[in-house]
């Protein structure tokens, strides 16, 4: 009950690199909502995604299996 988790979060392939996840600065997020953390849910491999999420301080904490139903299991990480 003191976690955000966002899982999932995409910036279409036309506007990669122009800073749309940093833009997003998930922090502001947890101001008024009574939360303590944020766990941002990435695709394994995702590292551009990683590198945003890490460049903002967060920490990755754990891999896990999920199941979509367009692609079937895939693995993520939490950061």
């Known amino acids: 009950e003191e ?3 966002i899982h999932a979060l995409g910036v279409r392939l036309s506007f990669d690199g122009r800073g749309i996840a940093q833009a ?3 922090a502001r997020y947890l101001v008024g909502t009574g939360m303590k953390t944020i766990r941002l ?3 394994k491999g995702n590292v551009p ?3 945003v999420y890490r460049k ?3 920490a990755s904490c754990r891999t896990a299996c999920i199941f979509y139903e367009d692609t079937g ?7």
């Open 49 to 51: 995604a990683e590198r």
């Open 73 to 79: 299991m895939d693995r993520i990480r939490s950061v």
């Open 24 to 26: 997003m600065d998930a």
């Open 3 to 5: 976690t955000l988790a």
């Open 41 to 43: 849910d990435v695709l």
């Open 56 to 58: 903002d301080g967060f």
